[in-house]
């Protein structure tokens, strides 16, 4: 049940339940599939959701420690057995960590990295929008992503995307002090036409084409 009733803090309960929603047409032959992420087949794509999904519900909580000191690239996500199951429930958990308004106070860890609780807030709902887009596009699934999940995260990604542009170190010192997201934590945008559905345009700013198909 959602039970976040600041109707100004963004509820990543709708993305949760989307990206959940897509596990059950994931097929055994799609595991070993090509996904937006160069580095990352189906199945090391689900590992990596299955890894941050219990990353920032510990950054929501503020139970920092050991998931949420590791960087996410220190090595491939190995994903396993009983993610069916296990996937769900932690994005289930997620999304009720960041029902608190007390998530959204001070500052947190994810990754590796302390930042702002507001941000880092908004990059697990950003990684859940473009994950799921990922799992959706790989597996041939249809994806629909709230308005208001959209409307959060593009004004986010858009001073990030400005900073990638301009490539210097102090553009994104400026990103980070005040409280956006960091420049290249994201990959380089790519360039979608202002009137593309909103999607488009929040996945052209993570640096993916939104008419990517497996295979190209």
């Not at 009720?96 to 302390?114: C, E, K, L």
């Not at 790989?138 to 995260?153: F, H, I, N, P, W």
């Not at 593009?154 to 005040?178: R, Y």
């Amino acid at each position: 049940m959602d039970t976040n009733t600041d109707t100004h803090l963004p509820d990543h309960g709708p993305v949760c339940r989307g990206v959940a929603g897509l596990l059950e047409g994931i097929e055994a032959k799609h595991l070993s599939a090509p996904t937006p992420c160069p580095d990352y087949t189906v199945r090391e794509l689900l590992g990596h959701l299955v890894g941050l999904t219990v990353a920032f519900r510990d950054a929501g909580e503020k139970a920092l420690g050991p998931t949420t000191d590791t960087p996410p690239n220190e090595a491939l996500p190995r994903l396993e057995d009983g993610w069916r199951t296990t996937l769900p429930a932690r994005l289930d958990e997620l999304a009720a960590a960041w029902r608190s308004p007390d998530a959204w106070q001070g500052f947190t860890r994810a990754g590796g990295v302390d930042l702002p609780a507001q941000v880092a807030g908004l990059v697990a709902l950003n990684e859940l929008v473009v994950h799921g887009w990922d799992l959706a596009r790989s597996t041939g699934q249809a994806y629909d992503v709230d308005r208001a999940s959209l409307e959060a995260v593009l004004p986010f990604l858009e001073p990030a995307a400005a900073s990638d542009e301009a490539s210097g170190e102090a553009s994104g010192e400026a990103s980070e002090e005040a409280g956006e997201v960091p420049a290249g934590l994201f990959g380089p945008p790519v360039p979608v036409p202002a009137d593309a559905p909103l999607l488009d345009r929040v996945i052209g700013l993570s640096g993916r084409r939104p008419d990517w198909r497996p295979g190209e």
